[in-house]
């Protein structure tokens, strides 16, 4: 089993694949389209590879989970990355900012951003392959 897709739902479409496209670079809108939910028309894309993709859905309403608070819902999304300071370079240059740094460990590196809906996004660079040196918590 593996994780195929999230789904997010977001105010402004071109403002999150601004986001997500300077995070992954390689990634392409597979599909898009229109379509209703709940009553409410609503605009989506695919975005992704040919194995994995966020789907992002426009007409969100409200403000996103309070991250400094302790309500039920998602906390972040994290990606893998084989080259961390190229996130960030590229993260930085289309005019997102770091939300907080990692924290340090031998085994790896990782940054967290939020993306223009508030949703937390992480992104983690191993230096290991070994499972116990990678998700240790030293």
């Known amino acids: 089993m593996r ?51 966020i789907a992002i859905c426009d007409n969100g309403e409200s403000d996103g989970r309070d991250l400094a608070g302790h309500q039920v819902g998602l906390a972040h999304i994290a990606f893998e990355t084989y080259n961390i300071k190229e996130v960030i370079f590229r993260l930085e240059q289309a ?13 790896r590196k990782n940054v967290y951003f939020l993306d223009p809906d508030g949703i937390e996004v992480e992104f983690v660079e191993y230096s290991s392959d070994l499972p116990s040196e990678r998700n240790n918590e030293d």
Not at 14 to 38: D, M, T, V
Not at 96 to 106: R, V
């Open 95 to 107: 005019g997102f900012s770091i939300a907080k740094p990692g924290a340090e460990n031998l085994y």
């Open 3 to 53: 994780l195929e897709h999230i789904n997010l739902v977001v105010r402004d479409i071109k403002r999150s694949l601004a986001f997500y496209k300077a995070a992954c670079p390689h990634w392409n809108i597979r599909s898009k389209g229109q379509s209703e939910w709940s009553g409410k028309p609503r605009t989506w894309i695919h975005f992704g590879d040919d194995y994995n993709y």
